[in-house]
């Protein structure tokens, strides 16, 4: 399956899934392109080792429809069939997400519905839960809302802050950003209303 990933940052959770790929663990797969709407993503520094082309699509002063249209037909062109949100920070438009129907994902720093949206650990700890974790799901036109493929659960600590329990959050998202996609691109789920229900 031909992947395009896109960011905006620090990239860790890109560098998880193209290593995954490359070492085989995501059978059959190639990363085709990481697109990122940020000059200055670390990520981008981080695909170029692995090998893997980069494309900057900036908004440079468009409407996201603009923006997503030039993205779209980047990742057309390049005959991508699966699209992975790995920290990318804008959302979509309908057309992107009409173009890619459940082909796309997102990784997200709690356990959905709850904190969607931007500081998501900062909100856990803020609420006072006593878990949290993070959740792989596909990509639908409401924020952090389409079904969930994945969730692993993190403890929150008594003392923890949104750096320390992002940490802790972020060891596990590598990992199961990678086994979501394992059944993704093994054909290995069918998706019935919200649910995603593995065969
Ligand atoms: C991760 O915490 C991810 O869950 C969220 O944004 C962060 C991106 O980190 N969507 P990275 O760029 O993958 O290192």
Known sequence: ???????SGR?????????AV??????????IAVISDKTSAEGLIKAK?????????????RTREEHDAEVVTELKKRNVELVCLAGYMRLLSSEF?????????????SLLPSFKGL???????????????????????ALDHGAIILQKTVAVLDDDTAETLSARILEHEHA????????????????????????
Do not use: W
């Open 11 to 19: 990239g860790s959770n890109m560098a998880a899934i193209v290593e």
């Open 176 to 199: 199961l950003y990678v086994e979501a996609l394992t059944i993704i691109v093994k054909r290995n789920f069918e998706i019935l209303g919200r649910r995603v229900i593995f065969r």
């Open 97 to 109: 997400i009409r173009a890619f129907p459940n082909r796309i994902t997102n990784i997200h720093p």
């Open 22 to 31: 490359q070492s085989g663990l995501i059978p059959d797969s190639e990363v």
């Open 1 to 7: 399956m031909k992947i395009g990933i896109l960011i």
């Open 119 to 141: 500081n998501a650990q900062q909100q856990a700890i803020d609420y006072g839960v006593k878990v949290s974790g993070c959740t792989v799901h596909f990509v639908d036109e």
């Open 49 to 61: 080792e692995r090998g893997i082309d980069t494309l900057v699509i900036s908004r440079n002063g």
